[in-house]
Structure formats: structure tokens, C-alpha cells
């Protein structure tokens, strides 16, 4: 059976709506920040030093240090001083996590997480699971300008 012209601009008309609905409900889903959510970093405990697998970032008294590849340094430094989080009840069943170690002002010892880009996930020292909003996940990645190979931060 052939359709005619007016069916298929009705098909495609709903079909454009349908698609502007369907993002818009998304786009409301993946903004919003849950209400749970609570800053990782705040003012009594701020971010000194942060370090994924071979990246570093780290606060120095005129900005932000960042290992040579990392060309978003402050947007980078400034994503994870305000990343907010969320306690998971159970572990994600990510792959591929990544190694964070963290060192806090005035605290001696390092604190070594783990991160699951993919899902948003954070594991902390103590095996305590937390979500990172879909909002603010990407801007926890830096943008390299080529592959990090043993990038050690100065001392």
C-alpha cells in the first residue's frame, strides 16, 4: 500500500516531534544534579593534588600545575575542586577504572580512589561507592594533546 504525500508529512512530522520530546525529556534527566549530590572537595578539606594514572594536576600559590599534555588545566582543576557526588547503594559492573590518588591540604597521606568513567563511579579508600552526575562527568576528563606516558609530578 503507497502512501501519500500528506501521510508521509504526517509521519515525519511526528516523527520530528516525537525526537524533539525525546531529547528534551533526556536533557532534563542528565542536567539536574540530584539532590543527594554532595561536594567531594570543599572549603576546609580543598583539593592539593590530584593525579589519574599518569596525569597530575596540582595547586600552586599562582593557580594550578598540570602534567605537560593536559592542555584544559584550569577547567580541568576546576571540574574536580567542584565535583559533586553521590552514595551508590550498590558496586556498578564497570570495566577499566582508573587510578586516582588525592591529596587534600593539610593532610599527609594520599588517598587512592578509583574511577569508572564510563558509569560515573567512584570507589573511595574505605570501598565506599558514589555516583558522579552525568553533567559533570566529562569535564573530569582532560583534553590531551597527545598520549600521557609516565608523567611524573614535580616535586
Request: aromatic share 10%.
Given at each position: 500500500?503507497?502512501?501519500?504525500?500528506?501521510?508521509?508529512?504526517?509521519?515525519?512530522?511526528?516523527?520530528?516531534?516525537?525526537?524533539?520530546?525525546?531529547?528534551?525529556f533526556m536533557n532534563n534527566k542528565t542536567r539536574n544534579i540530584?539532590?543527594?549530590?554532595?561536594?567531594?572537595?570543599?572549603?576546609?578539606?580543598?583539593?592539593?593534588?590530584?593525579?589519574?594514572?599518569?596525569?597530575?594536576?596540582?595547586?600552586?600559590?599562582?593557580?594550578?600545575?598540570?602534567?605537560?599534555?593536559?592542555?584544559?588545566?584550569?577547567?580541568?582543576?576546576?571540574?574536580?575542586?567542584?565535583?559533586?557526588?553521590?552514595?551508590?547503594?550498590?558496586?556498578?559492573?564497570?570495566?577499566?577504572?582508573?587510578?586516582?590518588?588525592?591529596?587534600?591540604v593539610d593532610i599527609q597521606d594520599p588517598q587512592r580512589w578509583?574511577?569508572?568513567?564510563?558509569?560515573?563511579?567512584?570507589?573511595?579508600?574505605?570501598?565506599?561507592?558514589?555516583?558522579?552526575?552525568?553533567?559533570?562527568?566529562?569535564?573530569?576528563?582532560?583534553?590531551?594533546?597527545?598520549?600521557?606516558?609516565?608523567?611524573?609530578?614535580?616535586?
Amino acid at each position: 500500500m503507497a502512501l501519500s504525500r500528506k501521510q508521509w508529512n504526517n509521519i515525519i512530522i511526528f516523527a520530528c516531534l516525537f525526537m524533539v520530546a525525546m531529547l528534551t525529556f533526556m536533557n532534563n534527566k542528565t542536567r539536574n544534579i540530584p539532590s543527594d549530590a554532595k561536594h567531594l572537595f570543599d572549603d576546609n578539606a580543598p583539593l592539593a593534588q590530584l593525579q589519574l594514572n599518569n596525569l597530575w594536576l596540582r595547586r600552586q600559590a599562582s593557580g594550578w600545575a598540570c602534567a605537560p599534555e593536559v592542555l584544559n588545566c584550569e577547567e580541568w582543576a576546576h571540574a574536580w575542586q567542584t565535583v559533586q557526588i553521590s552514595p551508590l547503594a550498590a558496586a556498578p559492573t564497570g570495566d577499566n577504572p582508573l587510578e586516582i590518588i588525592i591529596q587534600i591540604v593539610d593532610i599527609q597521606d594520599p588517598q587512592r580512589w578509583l574511577y569508572f568513567p564510563l558509569e560515573g563511579a567512584l570507589k573511595s579508600p574505605a570501598a565506599n561507592w558514589y555516583q558522579v552526575p552525568p553533567s559533570l562527568r566529562d569535564k573530569l576528563q582532560p583534553i590531551l594533546t597527545k598520549p600521557a606516558v609516565n608523567a611524573e609530578p614535580p616535586a
